[in-house]
């Protein structure tokens, strides 16, 4: 059978840029289309050379062909980039081991409880589906659970010796590389660690690992504040956090405190907005019905009055604790209620990324002066 340029211009007006919601044929991004047996071929120009949708944009594109035609023809790996000369940008104050990476988004919450290691964990694999490289690290270094979300518990990273340094090779699954203490210990033991032995820790998982090429590393904080937030602001420049939080009062009070302990002069780390964890009850077999819990819009409302994006509501659904617990995370499956609102979390954090970074000079680390 044979397909021509036409059909193909009708197939990828089904992907939007999520920033316009206009196709990208309307938009005028597809250029020089070829077709040759099953196999077609295109041209995708963007109009800044950041543009933080590359990834996704190019994987949509895939997709919207293998759709249209089934398998009959595939773009996949026929995709060429074009975009404007990029402009060299003032780089931030970072770590020499971790220069490969371009965002640092830490993930923090006010309260345990929340739901913000799972909010972690569905964000990074939610990032690594729209073609961006992502790693994690677990510094919730008292109740690491990444291991088992990630359904790679007992594995342990390999280390090897690079002159008098041991390098840390991070384990990888879903496409995300991650690191956690969790893997160095075992998973009954309980950690009575002090404050250093704690921040000791989360320097190592930073600093002794081949991380290489990163577009966003996400950092899974231990709830409420402590000595492992203020190193991680004093070791790396952080892009900008993430709070989590129920819509309850009493987890939002908690999120406030997390949003002035970031943007405190001190500290000075942009927010990028909120994720309202179990924002409401959807039972799988009724996905229409909404049971409001823990109440209504709380963290919408708070993030009008700290004038702070929110970055996505996520249910209470069933599949997100299963996914949990057999490693399997709720957001690997895109179509369904959950991966959808991951998905939506995922872009505006994408988004909110790009803005921070179009608009405000990078995080410099924080040095603590002794007097």
Known sequence: MSFNKKQILQALRNVKHPETAQDIVAMG??????????????????????????????????????????????????????????????????????????????????????????????????????????????ADIYGPSIP???????????????????????????????????????????????????????????????????DYMVVDLPPGTSDVHLTLVQEVSVTG????????????????????????????????????NMSWFTPEELPDNKYYIFGKDGCKNLAEKQNIPLLGQIPIVQSIREGGDSGHPAALEWESIVGKAFKEVALSVIKAVDERNKNMDPTQRVEIKHK
């Open 29 to 138: 991004m597809v250029d020089d289309i070829w077709i040759e047996n099953d196999q077609v071929g295109f041209t995708l120009s963007f109009k800044r050379a950041n543009d933080p949708f590359i990834n996704s944009m190019r994987k949509a594109c895939v997709q919207a062909i293998e759709k249209f035609f089934g398998d009959q023809l595939s773009a996949k790996g026929n995709i060429k980039l074009k975009t404007p000369e990029k402009k060299s940008a003032p780089q931030p104050s970072q770590n020499n081991a971790l220069k490969g990476i371009k965002n640092i988004i830490a993930v923090a919450s006010g309260k345990g409880g929340v739901g913000k290691s799972t909010v972690a964990t569905n964000l990074a694999v939610s990032l690594a589906q729209t073609g961006a490289k992502v790693g994690l690290i677990d």
């Open 148 to 214: 088992k979300m990630f359904n790679v518990e007992g594995k342990r990273p390999m280390v090897r010796k690079e002159g008098e340094t041991e390098v840390i090779s991070p384990i990888e699954n879903y496409g995300v590389k991650m690191l956690s203490i969790g893997f160095f210990i075992n998973p009954d033991d309980a950690l009575v660690w002090r404050g250093p032995m704690a921040t000791n820790a989360l320097k190592q998982l930073l600093l002794q690992a081949d991380w290489g090429e990163l």
């Open 241 to 276: 956090a993430i709070i989590v939080s129920t819509p309850q009062d009493v987890a939002l009070a908690d999120a406030v405190k997390g949003i002035k302990m970031f943007t405190g002069k001190h500290i000075n780390v942009p927010v990028l907005g909120l994720v309202e």
